[in-house]
């Protein structure tokens, strides 16, 4: 299981840190990552990191802004999100696995809205 927490409604420019719980398979061996689904977009992958800690992508959109992060002692990823952007409001998904593969089994997401 998959639980994101830490959506909102955050102004441009404004930061967010979206945090997923995981729990039910072995975490610290999985790659793990961050999708996003924008409106009336597809859903993209926006970073992956694997079980070491090492990122292995950053979509373009969002580099140098967003880091992807996790403590498996904790089992919990992280997305930490700066000078959000209105073109950065979607759902959030936190996901297994990594790309250019899908997603093997994903969150029910978390929605981040970035409005004036």
């Known amino acids: 299981q998959l639980m994101e927490s830490g959506g909102g409604l955050v102004q441009p420019g404004g930061s967010l840190r979206l945090s997923c719980a995981a729990s039910g398979f072995a975490f610290s061996l999985s790659d793990m990552g961050w999708l996003r689904q924008a409106p009336g977009k597809a859903v993209e992958w926006v970073s992956s990191i694997d079980k070491g800690g090492d990122i292995t992508y950053t979509t373009g959109s969002v580099m140098g802004r967003f880091t992807i992060s996790r403590d498996n002692a904790k089992n919990t990823l992280y997305l930490q999100m700066h000078s959000l952007k209105i073109e950065d409001t979607g759902v959030y998904f936190c996901?297994?696995?990594?790309?250019?593969?899908?997603?093997?089994?994903r969150g029910q997401g978390t929605q981040v809205t970035v409005s004036s």
């Open positions: 996901a297994q696995g990594r790309p250019p593969a899908g997603p093997t089994y």
